[in-house]
């Protein structure tokens, strides 16, 4: 049987913790303020449900070989250290001096791979994203590749993210022409792990002549130092520039174009994502309890801006409810 070792990087954030939030409005009301858009406090909201998300680990993936917690340096009050999986690091630890204090998820992600003793083959999770059902290592990582699925769409014409995934797709552009990406990775897009609907949506955006845009599936996502490593030293100027902005702005390119780049280059696994996971707004979702008792391997339980604090309040209590029914029992990362 196939064995890779496989690590997982998860990010945390209390945003109630008194020194955080200082910090973060000292920044945040600096002379020339943030970019609102980019920057929603639905992007800093704690759910009150990560015991759970190490419930979850600890049951459906007892495989993983360490697990790194990623902080701003506050910690669960509840959290063992002391487990042998855990690995606490908080972003002075591995994040440059120039690049901190960050209020960017995206610098945070950009620089997963400075992580001390962090393997070659690993799983990155936000706080939100939970592995509801066991899984094996293998549903992320094949013949030491990626599992995953690539499906073109349009361009995207939402809200600030079509910022992001055009600056992305740029990126994408320098490296790989259309022909490049249907030599690399045709038959992969095409299979029989491919949806009848992604198929579509794919099969539809070969008749126009460049790649718009990659579908994003908002998972955990299997990645490689070494391919980190290898694009810091091809983008250095476009990835040290996004790191430097304290919080978002509508210049920065993300992690997903990590993603997006062994996608076009063909340098992964076919696997049937949208089976596999799914991404849930909490807004709009009306059985968080119906959810964790689906056969997805994974869900990500998405916040949304657009939810009033009164109305994230009450959704924060059914979620953890649902999770307390799902994964009543202790787990060793508990205290």
């Known amino acids: 049987m196939e064995k890779t070792e496989v690590d997982i990087v998860v990010s945390w954030l209390d945003d109630s913790d008194e020194a955080w939030r200082a910090q973060y409005l000292r920044y945040k009301n600096e002379k020339d303020g943030i970019d609102e858009e980019a920057n929603p406090e639905a992007r800093f909201r704690d759910y009150g449900t990560f015991k759970y998300w190490f419930r979850a680990i600890e049951k ?3 495989w993983v ?3 790194y917690l990623v902080t701003c340096g506050h910690l669960p009050d509840w959290l063992n250290t002391q487990h ?6 908080s972003h002075a630890d591995f994040i440059p001096p120039e690049y901190l204090p960050t209020f960017a998820s995206d610098t945070i992600a950009l620089n997963l791979h400075r992580i001390p003793g962090l393997s070659e083959h690993f799983i990155y999770f936000n706080d939100d994203m939970f592995m509801i059902n066991p899984a094996r290592e ?4 094949k013949h030491g590749k990626p599992r ?10 939402y809200e600030e993210f079509n910022h992001f995934a055009i600056n992305n797709m740029i990126l994408i552009h320098k490296e790989f022409s259309k022909r490049d990406i249907l030599k690399n990775s045709l038959w992969k ?8 609907v992604y198929l579509g949506t794919t099969v539809l955006q070969l008749l ?10 908002h998972l955990p996502t299997p990645l490689k130092r070494s391919l980190y490593e290898q694009l810091w030293d091809r983008h250095f100027e476009s990835f040290d520039k996004t790191c430097r902005h304290r919080f978002r702005e509508v210049t920065d390119v993300t992690d997903w174009y990590i993603r997006m780049y062994y996608l076009a280059s063909g340098d992964f696994e076919p696997q049937r994502m949208h089976r596999f996971g799914r991404l849930v707004n909490i807004k709009y979702c009306k059985s968080f309890e119906r959810m964790l008792r689906s056969n997805y391997k994974v869900v990500c339980f998405n916040d949304d801006h657009t939810l009033s604090y009164e109305g ?3 959704k924060k209590e059914a979620l953890q409810h649902a999770f307390g029914n799902r994964f009543p029992d202790k787990s060793a990362f508990e205290k």
């Open 189 to 196: 897009m095409i299979n029989v792990r491919t949806g009848i």
């Open 65 to 67: 070989h360490k697990i």
């Open 84 to 89: 042998p999986k855990l690995e606490v690091v």
């Open 138 to 141: 293998t549903g992320f990582f």
């Open 148 to 157: 995953d699925m690539l499906t073109l769409v349009p361009a995207q014409t």
């Open 208 to 217: 126009y002549p460049n790649v718009s845009d990659i579908l994003h599936f």
């Open 60 to 62: 459906n993936a007892p």
């Open 312 to 314: 994230f309040l009450q």
